[in-house]
């Protein structure tokens, strides 16, 4: 598997990833969908990688680095949309992508990495231990905004 980090181009592959995360179908290509895109891309903070095989998105986790005035100025993160092609999953790709993912933590001197998931899973919980992320050391609460 390449890991890399999206391109303009990439667009409709990574939607069509994303019909495996939680979406129901692909955004329509309206204007405000290619700026909000460009911005994405144009953006040194927010990271998007893709895992490729064989010309094909099959894996991909979002980090974005957010800086921060305590801890000495120094950034933290957040991964989010973490997704395999379910045809693609249990072959160690999200662990590679989330691997990256910390990878551009460190070298952005990030202090820390948040991860939240809605999965109820064991399984998937599990993973996110095993990638070494835990959740002991803090409580999340999630406002949704509709």
Known sequence: M??????????????????????????????????LWNKIIADKDYHILVGEIDGKIVSSVTVIVIKNLTRGMRPYALIENVVTHKDYRCRGFATALIQSALDIAINSGCYKVMLLTGAKDEKTLRFYEKCGFNSHDKTAFIKWIE
Not at 8 to 25: N, R, T, W
């Open 2 to 35: 390449l890991i890399r980090e999206v391109n303009i181009s990439d667009l409709d592959g990574l939607q069509e990833l994303y019909l495996h995360l939680h979406e129901s179908e692909k955004l329509p290509e309206t204007p405000e969908l290619i700026s």
